[in-house]
T-cell receptor, first 114, second 114 residues
Framework: AQSVTQLDSQVPVFEEAPVELRCNYS??????LFWYVQYPNQGLQLLLKYLSGSTLVKGINGFEAEFNKSQTSFHLRKPSVHISDTAEYFC????????????FGAGTRLAVHP | DGGITQSPKYLFRKEGQNVTLSCEQN?????MYWYRQDPGQGLRLIYY???????QKGDIAEGYSVSREKKESFPLTVTSAQKNPTAFYLC?????????????FGNGTRLTVT
């Protein structure tokens, strides 16, 4: 069965600094990978997704992620964060297009400080 | 604007009472999902429905029930059999006609049982 590990539960960073949120997955077959963002007391919004093709995926709000098959990773990056990026970020994986099997990581809380 | 509406935003109940959480979508999506979110655990799938009058158990269905009598509505009942019902509940939908279309989430209902 597939699983997702988000290696940091919290990441503090100063405004305008770069940030990387780490995500590793385990699966014996090909996967689709996603990053979602959740602002306080709200639902989740899709940031970006990797289905196939280019391993560098660009998403909304200036975020991007790189799929690394050999390291089974899908780390999320942003070169310069804003206060408004403070939120919880979830990595998710599925084996197929069926979202009934979308497995979420435990989340990483990004705190951007002035 | 199209979207998913969950109500109420906050819900308080006494232990031993059943409670029903509402989820309505006007996106014309076939598939709908209920997730439970607990701190540090990510999202876990409770139930999902891919078509009207049909639904399947997710990973943590015990103590919950659902119905799907209309395409736009997917209410979740938290029964007295659910041992730890206090949590944040998220409803989501997807256009299953599109390959790998994203999940759309509501803003959640925070249930507190005392």
């Amino acid at each position: 069965a597939q699983s997702v590990t988000q290696l940091d539960s919290q990441v503090p960073v100063f405004e305008e600094a770069p940030v990387e949120l780490r995500c590793n997955y385990s699966s014996s077959v090909s996967v689709y990978l996603f990053w979602y963002v959740q602002y306080p007391n709200q639902g989740l919004q899709l940031l970006l997704k990797y289905l196939s093709g280019s391993t560098l995926v660009k998403g909304i709000n200036g975020f991007e992620a790189e799929f690394n098959k050999s390291q089974t990773s899908f780390h999320l990056r942003k070169p310069s964060v804003h206060i408004s990026d403070t939120a919880e970020y979830f990595c998710a994986v599925t084996l197929s297009g069926g979202y009934n099997k979308l497995i979420f990581g435990a989340g990483t809380r990004l705190a951007v400080h002035p | 604007d199209g979207g998913i509406t969950q109500s109420p935003k906050y819900l308080f109940r006494k232990e031993g009472q059943n409670v029903t959480l509402s989820c309505e979508q006007n996106l014309n999506h076939d598939a709908m999902y209920w997730y439970r979110q607990d701190p540090g655990q990510g999202l876990r799938l409770i139930y999902y429905s891919q078509i009207v009058n049909d639904f399947q158990k997710g990973d943590i269905a015990e103590g919950y029930s659902v119905s799907r009598e209309k395409k736009e509505s997917f209410p979740l009942t938290v029964t007295s059999a659910q041992k730890n019902p206090t949590a944040f509940y998220l409803c989501a939908s997807m256009d299953s006609a599109l390959v790998n279309s994203p999940l759309h989430f509501g803003n959640g209902t925070r249930l507190t049982v005392t």
